[in-house]
C-alpha cells in the first residue's frame, strides 16, 4: 500500500472508537488494495474434503478475484491451482466440480495433469522447435494448502503462520461443529450461489457476531415463535429468543461468533411448517449430546446452539439454526457485490432420517428466507453508499464497548451477552492490519 494511503484508511477504520467509514465498503482503490493485501496473505477457504474423496475429484472456487481448482491426488494428498493457462490465462476447467485426471485450455489446447504439471501441447516440435520447457509451464500451484477437520484452506503467502496458528482460539469453538461425533462431518447437498449486490464485508461482519440484525430483519421468520393468539409487535420472536443466555466471543485473528450457551430443550419451541423436521434434528442432537460431551468436554457439548461465527477473512458458519447447520464464503467480486456461497453440514454419523430433515429445513432456512433477508438489506446499503455525502458517514459500531472480558472456560475476548459490536470492531481492526502492513502482519 502506499505510504500516502495508510493514514486516510486508519482514520475510516477507528475501531478504538467504534467508528467505521463508508468509503471502505464502496471506493474500488480500497478493493484493489484488499485484493493484493488481504486475500493474497490470509488463510482462504477453499472446500470440504468429502466434495473431493476421490484422484482426480475436483472442486473450483476463488481466493479473492482468482480462480482456483482443489483437486485430490493420486497420494491422497490435496493441491490447489491457479485455474489460469500460462499460456494466455484462460481457466483451463470452466465446470463447478467433477472428476479429471488432466484439464486441456480451450483455446490452444495445452494440457496439464491433475497435479497441474503440463503435459503436451500442440506443435511442440513444429511451432516450439522442442524448446519449449514443460516443467517449467505448469500451473501455479498454491503453497499452502492444510486443512482442519475436513475443511481445506489455501494461502499464497509462504510467510502465513500454520493454520492451526492462524485459526488460534476459532478452533475451539470450530469443533463444536466439526467434532462432535466420530467420522466428522460432510456437507449435504450441492453448493448454493447467491449473487449480492453488496460488499463483502457486510456479509462477513454479521457472521463475526451480529444477532442484534435478527430481531428486525427476520422478523418473519421471528414470527414462527410467537403465540398467534396473541398480539405482539414485529420481531418479538427473536427478541424473546435473545433473552436466552449467550456469549460473543472475539480474537485477535479477526475471527468472531455468537452462540447460545443452553440445551437444546432450553429453546422455545418452533412453531409452523417445519417443526417436525426442526424436533427430528433438535432431538438428534439432543441424543448426541453425551457423545459429544466425551469427546469435547461439557462445556464444548452444549456450545454453541442456534450460533454463527466466521474464520477471517469471508469463511462463514451457522451452527444448528433452525434445524440446519451450514458453512459460507463470501467471494467478492468488485467492490459493489459478491458471491455467496453455502452449503449444508452434517456429522456423518446422522441417520438418514436427520439428514433429510436438515435438508428440508436449509432450503427454508437459511438458504430460503433468511439469506432473501440478509441479501435485501447489503444491497440497500451498497445502494444507499452510491453517494459521495453517504460514503463520507460514519457508522456507528459502538455497541457493548468496555464490556469485553475472559472467560475460565471460553477462549478469546468475550461479550457476556448474545448482542454486541465488539466481534465486529476485531474484525475491522483485523482488517486495517493486513491493509496497512508490508509484511505478514503481527498480533503485536
Known amino acids: 500500500m502506499r505510504a500516502n494511503k495508510i493514514e486516510p484508511l486508519a482514520q475510516m477504520v477507528d475501531w478504538e472508537h467504534g467508528l467505521i467509514t463508508g468509503r471502505i465498503f464502496a471506493d474500488e482503490e480500497i478493493y484493489r488494495q484488499e485484493a493484493e493485501q488481504l486475500f493474497l496473505r490470509t488463510w482462504n477457504f477453499l472446500a470440504h474434503e468429502e466434495q473431493i474423496k476421490n484422484y482426480g475429484d475436483f472442486f473450483s472456487t476463488y481466493i479473492g478475484g482468482d480462480r482456483i481448482l482443489v483437486v485430490r491426488q493420486s497420494d491422497g494428498s490435496i493441491k490447489a491451482l491457479l485455474n489460469a493457462c500460462r499460456h494466455r490465462g484462460?481457466?483451463?476447467?470452466?465446470?463447478?466440480?467433477?472428476?479429471?485426471?488432466?484439464?486441456?485450455?480451450?483455446?490452444?489446447?495445452?494440457?496439464?495433469?491433475?497435479?497441474?504439471?503440463?503435459?503436451?501441447?500442440?506443435?511442440?516440435?513444429?511451432?516450439?522447435?522442442?524448446?519449449?520447457?514443460?516443467?517449467?509451464?505448469?500451473?501455479?500451484?498454491?503453497?499452502?494448502?492444510?486443512?482442519?477437520?475436513?475443511?481445506?484452506?489455501?494461502?499464497?503467502?509462504?510467510?502465513?503462520?500454520?493454520?492451526?496458528?492462524?485459526?488460534?482460539?476459532?478452533?475451539?469453538?470450530?469443533?463444536?461443529?466439526?467434532?462432535?461425533?466420530?467420522?466428522?462431518?460432510?456437507?449435504?447437498?450441492?453448493?448454493?450461489?447467491?449473487?449480492?449486490?453488496?460488499?463483502?464485508?457486510?456479509?462477513?461482519?454479521?457472521?463475526?457476531?451480529?444477532?442484534?440484525?435478527?430481531?428486525?430483519?427476520?422478523?418473519?421468520v421471528g414470527s414462527a415463535w410467537a403465540d398467534p393468539r396473541a398480539r405482539q409487535t414485529p420481531g418479538a420472536g427473536f427478541a424473546k429468543i435473545m433473552e436466552q443466555p449467550g456469549r460473543q466471543f472475539s480474537s485477535r485473528q479477526g475471527h468472531g461468533m455468537a452462540g447460545f450457551l443452553v440445551k437444546r430443550s432450553g429453546l422455545p419451541s418452533f412453531r409452523g411448517p417445519l417443526s417436525e423436521d426442526y424436533e427430528i434434528v433438535s432431538n438428534y442432537y439432543q441424543s448426541t449430546r453425551a457423545e459429544a460431551a466425551n469427546r469435547l468436554g461439557a462445556e464444548r457439548a452444549n456450545c454453541p446452539t442456534d450460533g454463527a461465527g466466521l474464520v477471517f477473512p469471508n469463511f462463514g458458519f451457522l451452527s444448528m439454526v433452525l434445524g440446519s447447520s451450514t458453512i459460507a464464503v463470501f467471494h467478492p467480486r468488485g467492490p459493489h457485490q459478491f458471491d455467496h456461497w453455502r452449503w449444508g453440514i452434517v456429522d456423518k454419523a446422522a441417520p438418514k432420517d436427520v439428514k433429510e430433515a436438515m435438508v428440508r429445513c436449509l432450503h427454508v432456512w437459511p438458504i430460503g428466507a433468511a439469506d432473501a433477508d440478509d441479501g435485501e438489506n447489503w444491497g440497500g446499503i451498497q445502494s444507499t453508499l452510491s453517494g459521495p455525502m453517504a460514503q463520507r458517514l460514519k457508522f456507528n459500531y459502538q455497541m457493548g464497548m468496555g464490556e469485553e472480558c475472559t472467560d475460565d472456560v471460553y477462549p478469546g475476548t468475550i461479550n457476556p451477552n448474545m448482542i454486541g459490536e465488539f466481534p465486529q470492531r476485531q474484525f475491522y481492526r483485523r482488517w486495517l492490519e493486513y491493509m496497512t502492513s508490508e509484511n505478514w502482519p503481527s498480533l503485536d
Open 90 to 220: 484462460l481457466s483451463v476447467c470452466r465446470v463447478d466440480f467433477g472428476n479429471a485426471k488432466s484439464f486441456t485450455c480451450p483455446f490452444h489446447g495445452w494440457t496439464y495433469d491433475a497435479a497441474g504439471n503440463l503435459r503436451s501441447a500442440p506443435n511442440l516440435e513444429s511451432g516450439y522447435h522442442s524448446k519449449l520447457d514443460k516443467s517449467q509451464w505448469g500451473l501455479i500451484a498454491v503453497p499452502r494448502v492444510e486443512s482442519y477437520k475436513g475443511l481445506i484452506f489455501g494461502c499464497f503467502d509462504p510467510n502465513a503462520p500454520s493454520l492451526l496458528d492462524y485459526l488460534g482460539e476459532m478452533a475451539w469453538y470450530l469443533d463444536c461443529l466439526l467434532d462432535r461425533r466420530e467420522g466428522g462431518t460432510e456437507v449435504i447437498g450441492r453448493v448454493h450461489k447467491i449473487r449480492v449486490k453488496g460488499n463483502w464485508k457486510l456479509a462477513a461482519e454479521q457472521f463475526a457476531g451480529d444477532n442484534y440484525h435478527a430481531i428486525m430483519t427476520h422478523v418473519s
